[in-house]
């Protein structure tokens, strides 16, 4: 997906969104005028203005990369203005359609309802228009601290007796930043431990811009107990932030070693694992995925793949990797599920939202990450401390 079409996507993406923004603006000015002075008016215009041309700039930060360092000494800035619009701007959206909806509705009901009856529509509207609100304010003080640890069973064919039952820690997405702490990581990691992992992996984002705390992070990464040392991948954070080369050297200092287009071998017993490790595919690169990478599987070995973009999969299974193990979409962070359909904003970008994909017998697992992006919420898609085993199909 080349710059512009990540651009589109997205646009497309904050669409509906915005055009609900755009109808509550005109409703708010259409009750200003009958309230309030021209000034009034005209300030909140400006606020208004100044609000969505703010969402136009940090949507171009996230398609064109190379735009980030024409305002990287103001990146602490943007990240809280960037928040803060889309706190407003997703529930306000949602109301207002509810609003809409229920407007339609009384204006359609009997005329002669009765007093009691017309309360309770109203009391019902209401509630319906603060939902949105209101799951999205559980999504941010609950959802997005309820660190949940997921058990899955990757079942392979002609897996190596040594091998059977290995423990495999998944971290991925941590995002480090003003809406995770260092305090809270660390129970991450305190409950990580508890699992007594063979195997502790990183699948990339350990921060979310300039200015946030990298050495934290890693600090918290190295106080994982495993048999072996850490080995991990880098995310597209990193790669946005122009930070790969620090990561790597000061992870390699503490014994933790980002794979970087590189392989490393593990053995237990008489069986040895291989990892692979790729740096951020973007999505432009789809149809180019993993080229070169073939040289890093290890023959008649089982082969890890570690890559923080998903979408690689179907090329990873077929150069025969046995698993690819990813993270990148935070599960959706926001997922709902409507008549038995699963709606989330990953689903724009790839079809590797969350949880255990196959393609022949090639697996590939997706976990939806410890920390948050834009807002700083998760409803439907619970962070998540990944432990896999390995298990003899």
Not at 364 to 383: D, E
Request: aromatic letters at 12%; one cysteine or more.
């Amino acid at each position: 997906m080349s710059n512009g079409e990540n651009f589109l996507h997205q646009i497309l993406t904050i669409l509906p969104f915005v055009a609900a923004q755009i109808g509550l603006w005109f409703s708010f000015i259409t009750w200003a005028k009958r309230r309030f002075s021209v000034r009034g008016v005209t300030a909140a215009c400006v606020v208004t203005g100044f609000i969505g041309s703010f969402e136009l700039v940090t949507i171009l930060m996230d398609s064109f990369p190379w735009f980030w360092p024409a305002v990287r000494p103001l990146a602490p800035h943007f990240a809280w203005m960037r928040t803060t619009t889309l706190v407003w701007m997703f529930p306000s959206s949602i109301a207002y359609v509810i609003f809409l909806v229920y407007r339609f509705l009384l204006s359609r009901s009997p005329k002669e309802v009765n007093p009691v009856r017309r309360r309770l529509i109203h009391t019902a509207g209401t509630a319906a228009i603060l939902a949105p609100f209101a799951a999205e304010a559980f999504g941010a003080f609950i959802g997005r601290m309820n660190f949940q640890t997921r058990e899955v069973d990757l079942k392979i064919k002609g897996l190596h007796p040594d091998l059977e039952g290995l423990r495999i820690l998944q971290l991925s997405d941590v995002h480090l930043s003003a809406y995770l702490n260092v305090k809270d990581f660390a129970r991450v990691i305190d409950a990580s431990n508890e699992l007594r992992p063979h195997v502790a992996l990183m699948t990339g984002d350990l921060i979310s811009t300039w200015g946030d705390p990298i050495d934290d992070c890693l600090a918290q990464l190295n106080r994982v107990r495993c048999d072996t040392g850490m080995l991990g991948c880098l995310g597209n954070h990193e790669a946005y932030t122009g930070s790969e080369g620090y990561v790597t050297k000061q992870a390699a200092s503490l014994g933790i070693r980002f794979l970087r287009h590189q392989n490393q071998q593990l053995r237990f017993g008489n069986a040895t694992l291989n990892f692979g490790g790729v740096d951020y595919l973007p999505f432009k690169m789809r149809g180019r995925y993993l080229r070169g990478v073939e040289g890093l599987k290890s023959a008649n070995n089982l082969n890890i793949l570690l890559s923080h973009n998903p979408d690689v999969f179907p090329e990873a299974a077929a150069q025969g990797w046995d698993v690819t193990l990813a993270g990148h979409t935070h599960g959706g962070q926001v997922t709902l599920e409507i008549f038995e359909q699963t709606l989330n904003p990953a689903r724009f970008y790839t079809r590797y939202v969350s949880g255990l994909y196959q393609r022949g017998d090639a697996l590939c697992y997706v976990t939806r990450g410890i920390g948050t992006i834009g807002i700083p919420a998760r409803l439907g898609a619970t962070p998540e401390i990944t432990l896999l085993r390995l298990r003899k199909a």
